[in-house]
């Protein structure tokens, strides 16, 4: 949605979509506002409660059923798992999504780790494609007055021309570019705790050929998830960026983490906004 500062300003139920790689602040931001009227739509919780919960627990109960004692239990429905994802602890949807590399070392074959790239790719669209149902039952289930969309740092990565224009036709999508120390701190968080990441298949197998080359590795079962993690991070991050700025050039708007740095409050944070539609309009 383009609009000018004058427009957001009036604009009486504002939605804004938080677009930006994983750390720059998207969250952090948006529960700051959902404590001030604003409806705080999380995609990788809608995608883990909605389009992964069977999956995500199929997961969880192949590896229960690894241990004999609780084997035992869930075939004589003892006991029970559930899923206990909220919009604060999504772990349950990153530990599905799992790493690449040795099964020794907690790795991934290459065949089921696509397997589960694919179905978080398909429940990231259909859960961004139910934004629009969402900021209707904000306000008249929920009534809150405004919506945040709280995307994952993979939607660029979907190739799907309709996810962008249901996005741009009911929210106003607002980049978050990560400022040149704030690049380096992001990488540096992903070596210290290297987490699952959502690659394009594309990206994947090119990558992963140079990683096998470079590392004299003849197998994907040779690779260590952690370390194959830290090395995909910057090439992922800094292939994200052209497509990022694609998407705000055509559809939206760019803030820098050090313009959101400043942000304290709603007030502040509609402020920022103004300001960025007043020099990018």
Known sequence: MKLNAKEFKAWENKCVTLLGMSGVGKTRLAIRLRKRNWFHYSGDY????RYLDEPILDHIKGQAMQVPFLKELLRSDSIF???NITVDNLQPVSSFLGKLGDPERGGLGLKEFKHRQELHRLGEIAAMKDVPEFIRKSHEV???RHFVNDAGGSLCELDDPEVLKVLA???LILYI???EKD????????EEDPKPLYYREAFLDQQLEIYLRDQGLAYVAQVDPDEFVRWMFPRLFYSRIPRYEAIAREH???VTTEELSHVKDEASFLRLVEKVLERQS
């Open 46 to 49: 809608r995608i883990g409660t």
């Open 81 to 83: 798992i559930r899923n």
């Open 142 to 144: 929920y009534g809150y």
């Open 169 to 171: 036709e009911h929210t």
């Open 177 to 179: 570019k990560a400022a």
């Open 183 to 190: 690049e380096h701190e992001l990488i540096h968080r992903a």
């Open 252 to 254: 939206g708007y760019t």
